[in-house]
């Protein structure tokens, strides 16, 4: 009978509520990592499998460059140990979130881990894409060095860009941006360390293969230049040696001035685009009536993902992927 009594105690100690943060503790020590934006946040989970908590603070669908964080932003922020996010100015806002939220998490910053390009100065400006391409074409050269190539430009005397901040949309960079994440996550969680490892470096094996698909199906398009609605496509560009025309809108957000969209209206003309390209995460008029003006058909190009038809890195590529081929055929 005391036997009994004693079983039921611990028994009943064991469900107090008191007790289950204590005796709970390793079953709740999944770390929670926050991710600033969709594309990134699926890698993340990727990597992360069954052993993180993942969660996204951009939903799909908003402007990747702006964020008002709501208070249950804040609270999945502050109880995270690791942040992820893509640093080079495009989403300063997690930086200032994780900063006043959790000070003293981890944050990777994924875009400071590869080699960067620097914005064009002028998105119109069709001249320096031309050269810069002559001499890409020059060389034939299939291991183009992306970081030599930033470093010569800054090694230049003129004026250039701030780094473009879009690094995500070449699956090449991608992949050097989940082995990092991998990394991270094994230093949050040493525990799952192994599991980070493998799952990042089958996710790697996945994005090279992405990118040897993207690779042949690009160079199978008959025309290589496009004429993209914001900044964001040039590193994807870069990668496949195609060219960005023009960006309609330069700076997201902000309407072009007129003479500007003639510019733009004028490079579209003359070089016979065949099509021009809005984004999911802004507004499409611009684009529509640019598109309407110069008589030629509008498609979509998602930058960032996290519709049915985007709901992951891979699928968002090989979504643009067929939007290129069904316009640049
Ligand atoms: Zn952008």
């Not at 079983?7 to 289950?20: D, E, I, T």
């Not at 300063?92 to 390009?117: F, H, N, S, Y």
């Not at 430009?153 to 990092?180: E, F, S, T, Y």
């Not at 040696?241 to 330069?250: D, F, N, S």
């Amino acid at each position: 009978m005391r036997k009994l009594v004693l079983v039921f105690v611990a028994l009943a100690l064991a469900l107090l509520p008191g007790c289950s943060k204590g005796c709970g503790k390793k079953a709740s020590a999944r770390p929670s990592v926050v991710v600033s934006i969709y594309p990134i946040f699926d890698l993340v989970r990727e990597v992360a499998g069954p052993d993180a908590d993942v969660s996204l603070l951009l939903q799909p669908g908003k402007n990747e460059h702006t964020f008002d964080p709501t208070p249950k932003d804040i609270e999945r922020a502050a109880a995270a140990s690791l942040g992820v996010m893509v640093g080079l100015g495009l989403d300063p806002w997690m930086e200032k979130l994780m900063k006043d939220a959790a000070p003293k998490a981890r944050l990777l910053q994924v875009g400071q881990r590869v080699p960067t390009i620097n914005i064009k100065e002028d998105p119109v400006g069709d001249e320096e894409v031309d050269k810069a391409l002559e001499a890409a074409d020059a060389g034939h050269d299939d291991d183009h060095d992306h970081g030599d190539a930033a470093k010569g430009h800054d090694d230049h005397d003129h004026k250039v860009g701030a780094p473009d901040p879009h690094v995500w949309l070449d699956p090449q960079r991608a992949r050097i941006m989940v082995n990092a994440i991998g990394e991270e996550l094994s230093k949050a969680d040493s525990a799952h360390a192994l599991g980070y490892r493998q799952r990042a470096a089958a996710l790697e094996g996945r994005l090279d293969a992405l990118d040897k698909e993207i690779e042949g199906r690009t160079k199978a398009l008959s025309r290589k230049g496009f004429v993209t609605f914001h900044g964001s496509f040039g590193y994807f560009a870069d990668r496949y040696k195609l060219r960005i025309l023009a960006v309609i809108e330069p700076f997201p957000g902000s309407s072009p001035s007129s003479e500007y969209v003639q510019r733009v209206l004028k490079v579209v003309k003359d070089k016979q685009v065949p099509a021009l390209f809005s984004e999911p995460q802004l507004d499409p008029r611009p684009a529509k009536i640019l598109a309407d003006e110069a008589k030629v058909p509008l498609g979509v190009l998602d930058p960032v993902g996290g519709g049915p038809e985007t709901d992951s890195y891979e699928k968002m590529i090989r979504y643009d992927m067929a939007q290129l081929e069904k316009y640049l055929k």
